[in-house]
């Protein structure tokens, strides 16, 4: 059985319900597809029904981490962010919170910067440390000042407050916010034209979840990775960007915002989204689903179907 006929039996079996959109490219070119419908959120923002097709923009919640990661990369290669080595604290001279002088910007990239940190409650809830950041008077010195739980570069502890100081770094350096300088130097080179990319209530871009793309873009950025960056993305910096540097679990490494397993890489997003990459197989699998908070099946599924596992 081909690749469109897995998909299909999986999706007219009803193994990915909540699946709202499927693009799969081999070797750069779109071979398959597939759209859905349901009710859809923007971040808390119930949407309603949505009958999806290539044009809908959808959240891509934490798989935003990724395209961040990509986009320090660009601007490290312009001499605007300093090198990961560099302090973290270093780029926030109006925070210096004692005991996380050692805290380094690659630190934040590996998601190990040992502080506390709890993504586990409802991303509706402010226990959740995302969002209880969101609702904090500033952002990065509540990232800063969370409480030191352990050695830094030792444990992978997910932590959406590491991107947002990422993000932070970019626009600083940049001189102009972060979804604008992404536009300029990511979006627009991949010719894509149609974006969101949300802001909290203090106007700052949101790093760690905020981005919405049409899954035939969020492939197109796959493909840019999979092909090396083609001088976008310095091509050392994917490669160091693909680097393993944490363990996970057993089979599962982290790189810089990167997920990392069996020689394929992927971003990772709350209710289903995904980006994959997997260059044996010469394909990018984009999927964006709407099972916010619950289960994620409907990925798992669709991924399944497209690898035939």
């Avoid at 402010?126 to 509540?142: F, G, K, Q």
């Avoid at 409480?147 to 932590?159: N, S």
């Avoid at 894509?192 to 793309?213: P, Q």
């Amino acid at each position: 059985m081909g690749l469109t006929e897995r998909v299909d039996a999986a999706l007219d079996a009803g193994r990915a319900p909540g699946m709202h959109g499927l693009v799969v490219l081999r070797d750069g070119q779109v071979v398959l597809e597939r759209y859905g419908a349901g009710p859809d959120h923007r971040l808390d923002e119930p949407l309603g029904h949505v009958v999806f097709d290539r044009d809908t923009l959808h959240d891509l919640r934490s798989v935003s981490k990724s395209v961040v990661g990509l986009v320090y990369g660009i601007a490290l290669r312009e001499g605007l962010v300093p090198e990961v080595g560099a302090p973290l604290l270093a780029s926030f001279p109006e925070c210096s919170p004692a005991g996380r002088e050692h805290l380094t910007i690659e630190h934040a990239l590996t998601m190990t910067l040992g502080l506390e940190w709890n993504e586990d409650a409802p991303y509706t809830s402010a226990a959740n440390s995302e969002i209880a950041m969101e609702l904090a008077p500033d952002r990065h010195r509540y990232v800063l000042e969370r409480p030191v739980v352990e050695e830094a570069g030792k444990r992978w502890h997910y932590c959406g407050g590491a991107s947002a100081l990422i993000g932070e770094i970019i626009t600083r350096g940049a001189g102009r916010p972060l979804a604008e300088y992404a536009a300029d130097r990511l979006f627009g080179p991949l010719g894509i034209t149609r974006y969101e990319w949300s802001r909290g209530d203090d106007g700052v871009t949101r790093a760690a979840s905020g981005l919405r793309l049409r899954p035939v873009d969020l492939a197109a950025i796959g493909q840019l990775v999979l092909d090396g960056g083609r001088d976008i993305v310095p091509r050392s910096w994917i490669e160091e960007t693909l680097r393993p540097r944490v363990v996970l679990d057993a089979g599962t490494r982290y790189g810089y915002q990167w997920y990392l397993h069996d020689g394929r890489a992927q971003a990772i997003g709350n209710g289903g989204q995904r980006l994959l990459i997997a260059p044996d197989d010469r394909l990018v699998v984009a999927v964006t689903a709407g099972e916010y908070d619950r289960e994620q099946s409907s990925a798992e599924a669709a991924l399944d179907a497209v690898l035939g596992r």
